[in-house]
């Protein structure tokens, strides 16, 4: 009975010290990352922020608009597409497992903002939209009657181009499709695996966005895996690098002079986790050792990245190897949310979020990038392993949380971080899904505000400010000095 009633006693003990231990480190959270601020915008004067009063060495303030082939080619067939034609075979329609398929479709359409919208006129029976089969990839494959076409950026770029150019930027942000360039893995030479075609129409496309007077940003990785490198593993194997640089060569043999800035991998971790740990993208499932082991050490997570960093030092590299009358700008796109913990039991889960996602693959090649580029969309409430939809929050139709000031606070975070380093951060990317296009107006003003922000906090004893804004797809870009 004693040893019960000791034990009893150190259960409650062991309690109330996780409680109180939880208890300390929520609070600390929410003071150091959730505490009031006070602006450095003077809210007094007519004009809150005047972006043409901030140059630097490379440039004043600019705007620019962003793209990627996945979302914008036709006539592509890549892993995207067919990993949104996939249905699985109890999805047939009428049965009572396509039922299910439905009910789960609708759950998150709502969670997610894809639902319909109640002004937007509804999909009658019959159309081709409507007779689509279900399918657990691409939850909005459904809602266009030729989803395939996506923008017509291959066949029709001048339509995207000149709106582009009618919004005003300055930068026009776009992508090579890997999969295009190279239909087929060069296990038998690198010419008889391009298409010299396809190369030769990209440096058409970059052409007709320099005569419409925007300078070029290209992205080499979008998440634009070809099908047949997912065959043996993609980036878990270490010849993809190989295998990239030979891709990364053409393009800029080809495409150097065209192009005023580079990114090489867009959002690497993103790509990572929902390719590699989660299978939620094209890439081929990963199996359940994977998923159980993907953040040790030598776990697929910090492989994958380990090879896309080599992959992108030696793209680094091989760029600033050309010789040229101006210095080439290579970086990347990171993407960073602001992470903050639903309750007390949840600021474990948002440190170990933050120290695999925020920082690491940046440390990693921080010697071999010319700007950081920052992708941010808004905030994320974590709960257990889970994302929690929080009632009191504001989300947009693809279910991101709206939270302006934390792209002021992630920017600073990212400032002190790596002042060291003097070099811009662009804010790569940036927007809103809203077709009602009610929130769109006041959610740039707000985020452009915290960019002003975080510009003139950042500039008080270090010279380094934000330089431009991009809005994705066809967004603004921006970037901090």
Known sequence: MNIVALLVKVAGLFATIT?????????????????????????????????????????????????????????????????????????????????????????????????????????????????KPPTINVAAWHNAPHAEDRLKFWSDPDKEVKLAKETGVTVFRMGIDWSRIMPKEPTEGIKEAVDYEALEHYKWILNRVHSNGMKVMLTLFHHSLPPWAADYGGWKIEKTVDYFMDFTRLVVDSMFELVDSWVTFNEPHVFTLLTYMCGSWPGKNPDFMEMATSTLPMGVFHRVLHYMAVAHSKAYDYIHSKICLKKPLVGIAHHVSFIRPYGLFDTGAVTISNSLTVYPYIDSISKKLDFIGINYYGQECVCGVGIKLVETDEYSESGRGIYPDGLYRVLLMLHYRYKHLKIPFIVTENGVSDETDVIRQPYLIEHLLAIYAAMLKASHGHRQAIQAFGLWPSKILKKIT
């Open 19 to 131: 409680v109180g231990a939880n208890a300390f480190s929520y609070t600390r959270f929410r003071r150091r990352n959730l505490g009031n601020f006070r602006s450095p915008i003077d809210e007094s004067k007519e004009i809150l922020a005047d972006f043409n009063l901030h140059e630097h060495k490379e440039g004043k303030f600019f705007f620019g608009l962003a793209t990627a082939p996945a979302h914008a080619e036709d006539e592509l067939d890549d892993a995207w597409l067919q990993f949104a034609k996939e249905t699985p075979s109890d999805a047939v329609p009428g049965s009572e497992a396509a039922d299910r398929k439905k009910i789960k479709l609708a759950v998150g359409a709502i969670t997610k903002g894809l639902a319909k919208n109640e002004h937007v006129k509804e999909v009658k029976a019959g159309d081709a939209a409507a007779d």
